[in-house]
């Protein structure tokens, strides 16, 4: 579904990004791990369009995409759930899901009642402002709102970050089940180790920019990938 060939990027004269290889499989939880500032939010960001990549090849579903808009890959089919979660505070739960619609057509902008089923508090709030749920709530709206586009490519940045333990577990649920659905790449960021190595299938290890290691869950020694992860 997604595939990147030594993709760069620059920040004005700072290079964040070098020669990043990638691939995310349909079917497949993709784990991209590394300490902070490392450039996996970037990483990110160029993948959903907010940033424009230097150089190299960015191909999703067998075509290239040349430096697209966000709003051109979304429709595309690559939903992102940004770190920090971008919930507008003033629109109602329900109104915050709608903003989705944007990328369907006409005939398919509806919230379709397995958003509540994953998420059933979304339910019992929808009429609530976002910007009056709790963290987690937030995350769990985030993640719908990402979902209701209907992606190929589901993009999660930090998805456990301020969460609390009994909500991790559920996002980890819902991954784990639209994984078993066959029909989306998921690539997960996340430094939460233990909730990423559980879901991985693939994993990449980033270090200043670089991909330090990469390789199937089942070839890697658990060992080997902390060791990647130590500052």
């Known amino acids: 579904m997604l595939e990147l060939k030594n993709i760069t ?5 700072s290079q964040i990004l070098h020669g990043v290889d990638l691939v995310a499989e349909k079917g497949k939880i993709t784990c991209l ?3 902070n500032g490392v450039g996996k939010t970037s990483l990110l960001k160029v993948i959903a369009g907010v940033h424009k990549h230097s150089g ?4 999703l579903d067998g075509e290239l995409q040349k ?4 709003y051109e890959l ?3 089919g690559v939903g992102y759930v940004p770190q920090g979660r971008d919930i507008f505070p003033l629109m109602s739960v329900r109104e915050n899901m709608e903003i989705g619609f944007a990328c369907l057509e006409k005939s398919e902008r509806r919230v379709p009642e397995e958003m509540f089923e994953l998420f059933p508090v979304l339910k019992e709030m929808q009429n609530r402002r976002g910007g009056d749920l709790s963290g987690g709530q937030q995350q769990q709206l985030a993640i719908a709102r990402a979902l209701i586009t209907r992606p ?6 930090e998805p456990t970050e301020g969460i609390q333990p009994n909500v991790i577990q559920q996002i980890g649920r819902v991954i784990s089940f639209l994984n078993d659905q066959g029909s989306m790449a998921i690539l997960l960021v996340e430094q939460y180790f233990e909730f990423a190595y559980q879901l991985a299938d693939q994993i990449y290890s980033m270090r200043r920019g670089e991909i330090i290691l990469e390789g199937k869950k089942s070839k890697l020694k658990k060992a080997d990938v902390l060791k990647t992860l130590s500052v």
């Open 56 to 59: 190299g090849e960015y191909q």
């Open 33 to 35: 791990m590394g300490v």
């Open 152 to 157: 190929k490519l589901l993009l999660l940045d």
């Open 74 to 76: 979304a429709q595309l």
């Open 9 to 13: 990027l620059h920040y004005g004269q």
């Open 67 to 70: 430096n697209r808009a966000a």
